[in-house]
């Protein structure tokens, strides 16, 4: 009973923050500083200093700021358009058509880029024009395009994933790893669903704009040869055994200011542009993760994450009972929190309740980043939907019930991964 207290009071000081307008970083070291008063005699100081400095000066984290400077720069290439040039001629003759441009895209897209808000706003300034023009149907174009852009928090390299590895200790490479499987099975999910709705709602898709031969087909698909060989090049040396995470982005980086050099793309304003971009969100999140950190400290002053994990321990829940409880929490504080703010909040009380129920936490990580994805397409603070309310001047309330389907989609994702591991946990023993 007096952990529950305990949790409420420290639940309630980082809501009143929150909903004060402070940054979610400053609203954690707020608690941390809250915790430390109450319940030790140590200097809070010398302990906020040395705990976040800590955090900051870790060796893994150096991988995400160049992963998203990566993004940035390609967010402000002609990605996109070749994309959809090189796609788009074998998209045309499966049910629903041109609506796969926006899976397969953001599919590619996530595979360089490990943000899911800039994985919709790269694949949507392209093909929602070119969708809406063919007349294809608003809501699926929407909905498909908000389900896929979460595939960039899965799909290596993913930001979501390296904020968790460093968060719970975990390899950052096998996590990547470990992500290529679960994002695949999303992605075909989403295919199967516009193959339904194709099928179903014939007099809806438009006719292919032309019917084209395997020559042309083929001249086309040159178009993707960039981005597919940058991704073979980073994740390749990754899996490969040949670079880090860390020295794999600093290769990402040159790639993309190369192709954008040779696109004739890279401007001073653009290159300055996603530089400060990837500056300003390398911040915020440095600000979250050293929060989290000293959060974490706090919390351990308290007692209270031994206390939980306790607590729970003696309610004797099954394995798949307490993924259940954990995944209808997620999806609760996806509605008020974004996704790595949600990580990094939550595994200093988590991850013991993970090792007593001998949870994988490998495993874990692909299971609560699908999660956090769908908190993605989840009103009121679901990034993708604002993305796209911007892009289409639909409300949030259309944006939302376009995307529904997708997050049904993911449901059924986890509950795969739940019933089979191995979707996760295969890959990243094999390639050891």
């Keep these: 009973m007096e952990e529950l207290v305990l949790t409420g009071i420290f639940l309630l000081i980082l809501f009143f923050f929150l909903g004060s307008g402070i940054w979610v970083g400053l609203s954690l070291i707020g608690v941390a500083l809250a915790g430390m ?54 998209m045309s003759r499966l049910p629903g058509r041109l609506i796969h441009v926006n899976i397969v895209g953001c599919t590619i897209f996530a595979a360089i880029s490990g943000s899911s808000a800039a994985t919709v706003a790269t694949i949507g300034k392209m093909s929602l024009p070119e969708l809406d023009k063919r007349g294809y149907p608003a809501r699926l174009s929407i909905g498909s395009l908000a389900g896929a852009g979460t595939l960039g928090l899965l799909i290596p390299p993913s930001i979501a994933l390296i904020v968790y590895g460093v968060t719970v200790n975990v390899s950052i490479s096998k996590l990547f790893i470990a992500g290529i499987a679960p994002g695949l099975l999303l992605a075909v999910l989403f295919m199967g669903y516009v193959v339904g709705y194709g099928m179903a709602a014939r007099s809806t898709i438009p006719k292919p704009d032309e019917e084209l031969t395997l020559a042309v087909k083929l001249r086309r698909s040159v178009y993707l040869f960039p981005v597919l060989g940058l991704i073979g090049t980073v994740l390749g040396s990754i899996y490969g055994g040949w670079f880090t995470a860390t020295e794999a982005a600093v290769l990402g980086v040159i790639g993309a200011l190369a192709l954008a050099w040779l696109q004739g793309s890279l401007t001073w304003d653009a290159f300055w542009s996603s530089l400060m971009g990837a500056t300003r969100t390398s ?28 607590a729970i321990a003696s309610l004797d829940l099954t394995r798949l009972e307490l993924l259940i409880i954990l995944a209808a929490f997620y999806i609760l504080l996806g509605c008020i929190l974004d996704g790595i703010s949600s990580i990094v909040l939550t595994m200093a009380v988590v991850e013991p309740m993970l090792l007593d129920a001998g949870i994988d936490l490998l495993w874990f990580g692909i299971f609560v980043v699908i999660l ?61």
């Excluded at 989290?292 to 994990?309: D, K, N």
């Excluded at 529904?404 to 990243?428: C, G, K, Q, R, S």
Aim: aromatic share 12%; glycine share 6%; net charge neutral.
């Design 372 to 432: 956090i994805e769908t908190a993605q397409i989840t009103p009121p603070i679901g990034f993708n939907l604002f993305v796209l309310q911007g892009m289409t001047g639909r409300s949030i309330v259309q944006v939302a019930g376009a995307a529904w389907p997708f997050f049904l989609l993911m449901v059924v994702a986890l509950v795969a991964i739940v019933a089979f591991p191995d979707i996760v946990t295969w890959l990243p023993t094999t390639m050891r």
């Design 283 to 310: 911040c915020m999140i440095a600000l979250i993760l050293a929060g989290a950190s000293f959060l974490s400290l706090s919390m351990g002053f308290t007692g209270l994450p031994r206390a939980l994990a306790e």
């Design 37 to 90: 008063w109450l319940y030790t005699s140590r200097p809070v100081g010398d302990a906020m200093v040395t705990t976040m400095w800590a955090s900051a000066s870790s060796w893994t984290l150096t991988a995400l700021p160049l992963f998203i400077w990566m993004g940035e720069i390609l967010f402000r290439s002609r990605l996109s358009e070749d994309m959809f040039q090189g796609l788009a001629p074998w």
